[in-house]
């Protein structure tokens, strides 16, 4: 669990400051647009060969806790 720890980042200068993988231009956003889209994940990195499946699973876990905290806020 937490594995997102490792590979999301915030950087303010960098795409608004949205929560990017690994410093690079891709955000979390990107990556559930894509899926909601109905990409699968071999579509994604075979589109983006510079992100692995762990940034993927990374970026579904990063949103889930998230919103999860949002949740529980209100």
């Known amino acids: ?7 999301i980042t915030l950087e303010p ?4 400051g949205k929560p990017s993988i690994r410093g690079m231009r891709i955000t979390v956003e990107d ?3 894509w899926l909601a889209s109905e990409m699968s994940f071999e579509d994604i990195l075979s589109d983006f060969p510079e992100l692995t499946k762990e940034d993927l699973v990374a ?3 990063f949103a889930a806790m998230r919103r ?3 949740a529980t806020a209100v």
């Not at 669990?1 to 590979?7: C, Q, T």
């Not at 200068?13 to 608004?16: N, P, Q, T």
Request: aromatic share 10%; net charge positive; proline share 0%.
């Open 13 to 16: 200068g960098k795409r608004s």
């Open 68 to 70: 999860q905290r949002t």
């Open 59 to 61: 970026a579904l876990e």
């Open 1 to 7: 669990m937490y594995i997102y720890k490792n590979i």
């Open 31 to 33: 990556i559930l647009r």
